[in-house]
């Protein structure tokens, strides 16, 4: 079994700042591709941004400036710092990664986290 966890979402005023995690723990080989999602109500989930292992990122244009993905391969782990919050970027924000479980399995399977709630008030 994989599990991913995230923390650090919460209610922050415009303008503020928020760091969310991302864990990913179990039974674990190597880790691809980690990302960031949202879905605001009544809306789509949505990319934010990604982080490959070797480090190249993405983001949605929406974001871009403004927030940052960063992971730790050797905790398994991503990140994304939020700043400049806008009221629209209130949603609930998921993590995915891509993980293979073992040496003998050769492909990777997405496994997503349960969500953290961002509110941005203004």
């Known amino acids: 079994q994989v599990q991913l966890v995230e923390s650090g979402g919460g209610l922050v005023q415009a303008g503020g700042s928020l760091r969310l995690s991302c864990a990913a723990s179990?039974?674990?080989?190597?880790?691809?591709?980690m990302g960031w999602y949202r879905q605001a109500p009544g809306r789509q989930r949505e990319l934010v941004a990604t982080a490959s292992r070797d480090g190249t990122t993405g983001y949605a244009d929406s974001v871009k400036g403004r927030f940052t993905i960063s992971r730790d391969n050797t905790k398994n782990t991503v990140y994304l710092q939020m700043s400049a919050l806008k009221p629209e970027d209130t949603a609930v924000y998921y993590c995915?990664?891509?993980?293979?479980?073992?040496?003998?399995?050769?492909?990777?399977?997405?496994?997503w986290g349960q969500g953290t709630q961002v509110t941005v008030s203004s």
């Open positions: 995915n990664a891509y993980v293979r479980r073992s040496p003998t399995i050769l492909t990777y399977s997405i496994y």
């Open positions: 179990g039974t674990i080989f190597r880790v691809n591709d």
